[in-house]
């Protein structure tokens, strides 16, 4: 074999070595991604909403969403942050995208949001997948 070609051989064999590193890094980083999402739901109550109102739809909130399979991390409650523009938060880890949305389908969950939503001045709802 010449020179020439020997260089051929060992450029086609880097070249080789470095699609596998390629094909074996990003299956190995597809697969440790997480299909983990957390809600937050930030909420504003209107004035009329007295505090005995938003203790009731919290223990409600908390009492539906907590028996919801795939739900995890549940944390219900008022704003520390005086600066904050909202006042209130509810936060939530789900398993997967089928636990969210079997959470958004959920008729109690649901139900909760209707009777409750005429007290509610403004939200905010981000959806986080970790990565």
């Known amino acids: 074999m010449g020179k020439q070609e020997k260089l051929i051989a060992i450029l086609m064999a880097v070249v080789m070595f470095g699609a596998l590193f ?13 299909s983990k999402i ?15 109102d938003i203790q009731k739809i919290f223990k409600e909130v908390k009492e539906n969403i907590s028996q919801l399979k795939g739900v995890h991390n549940l944390f219900i409650g008022a704003q520390v942050n ?3 523009s ?9 398993d997967d ?4 949305k079997a959470y958004r389908a959920d ?4 139900q909760t949001h209707n009777k409750y939503n005429h007290l509610i001045e403004q939200a ?6 970790d990565e």
Do not use: C, W
């Not at 008729?107 to 649901?110: A, G, I, S, T």
């Open 82 to 84: 005086e600066r904050a």
């Open 97 to 100: 995208d089928a636990a969210l």
């Open 38 to 52: 957390r809600r937050t739901i930030l909420l504003n109550f209107k004035p009329e909403a007295t505090p005995a």
């Open 22 to 34: 390629i094909v074996n890094f990003s299956t190995r980083a597809n697969s440790t991604r997480s």
């Open 107 to 110: 008729q109690e969950h649901r």
């Open 86 to 94: 909202f006042k209130y938060g509810i936060s939530m880890d789900f």
């Open 124 to 129: 905010q709802i981000t959806d986080i997948r």
